[in-house]
């Protein structure tokens, strides 16, 4: 499946104002066909109580970019997609700089696709959180 024409990073970035992954302050830094990437500063307002970064910043950041990752590669005649499985393995933290999530496909299906992200902390490749996410893909009402 290619990715959708005129799908670019600045059209999910303009996406993103005014919704959960703007006021986070995430960052599409990468599309292109099979890869979605993107970027997020760690700040105070996404830690938890106990100094170490949120699990829902990491599984937000993770989710955002296989929906982004979806909506780019919609089959044709699909308008959008739901969530409907996500699973998230936390293996570290950051309390400092920017983590990023890299969305790659696993299935792409005419009724479901079927993404794996990968959470880093900056530039580093050693994994933060692993994470898989499956969409049902939505079609027009006949």
């Known amino acids: 499946m290619s990715l959708r024409p ?3 990073p600045a059209d999910f970035n303009r996406r993103s104002q005014g919704a959960l992954p703007g006021l986070m302050g995430m960052q599409v830094t990468e599309l292109k066909e099979g890869r979605v990437v993107i970027a997020l500063d760690v700040r105070p307002e996404l830690m938890a109580p106990n100094g170490f970064l949120h699990a829902g910043t990491i599984v937000s950041l993770a989710d955002t970019a296989a929906g982004y990752a979806c909506i780019a590669h919609l089959p044709e005649g699909a308008e959008s997609f739901t969530t409907i499985e996500l699973k998230a ?8 700089g920017s983590i990023r999530a890299e969305a790659k496909p696993v299935h792409l299906g005419r009724t479901t696709q079927v993404w794996d992200a990968i959470v880093y902390a900056g ?5 933060l959180a692993l994470f898989r996410c499956t969409q049902l893909i939505l079609y027009p009402k006949k």
């Open 123 to 127: 530039t580093s490749d050693k994994p």
């Open 89 to 96: 393995n936390m293996l570290g933290t950051a309390r400092e």
């Open 6 to 8: 005129g799908k670019d």
